[in-house]
């Protein structure tokens, strides 16, 4: 079965180059995104195919429920990597309905160290915990999670020195959250961009 990757690797290769003989010398060369992508790692939601984008055009970082947590040095890094040396104008915080991180959470369901991640979802529970018990449908209250959930994550790389820093110095970066459907395959603006610091959204 491991085998089967390689040789879909060889005939895409192939296919990519008799379209553009020139795309992985051009590839090779430099890498310049406009995009940030900090998405779920969920194998239904991959980032560059939903967007319509080519390798090279979506830096991403993927994890659990899609989070940006402000202790965590693996985003930080991307994230620094992302605004200060790749330049990259637009960050992309996208979630989507269904989350199986999310839908722990709410059934109080025990994953070990995923737990221990999941914290923060389990802060944004608590904070929306009102409007939440009054969704009557387990699936459209999980829904909601997944939307405050996108939303506190825009607030906290919004947040951080990078990007304080970068707003700072002039630097044209804007902080978006989407959310994407696995039913329909469509993302979803949130209407929650931050382009600096004088925007504010509740989180």
Known sequence: MIDRLIQNNLAWSINRQKRDPDYFRRLAAQQAPEFL??????SRVPA????????????????IANLAIPTDINFLSVLAFAVNALKVRHIII?????????????????????DHWLEPVREVH???????????????????????????????????????????RGQDVSVHGWIYGLSDGLVRDLDVTVTGPADRHNS
Request: net charge negative; charged share 20%.
């Open 94 to 114: 996208c979630g989507h309905y269904g989350c199986g991180g999310i839908r722990a959470v709410l059934r109080e369901e025990k994953h070990g160290i995923v």
């Open 126 to 168: 608590r904070g929306h915990a009102g409007k939440l018990a009054a969704i009557g449908s387990p699936d459209d209250r999980a829904n909601a999670l997944c939307e405050y959930n996108v939303v506190r994550q825009v607030g906290n790389v919004a947040q951080t020195v990078t990007l304080r820093d970068a707003w700072a």
């Open 48 to 63: 560059n195919e939903i967007v319509g984008l080519d390798p090279g055009e979506l830096f991403v970082h993927r994890n």
């Open 37 to 42: 992508w900090i998405g779920s790692a969920d």
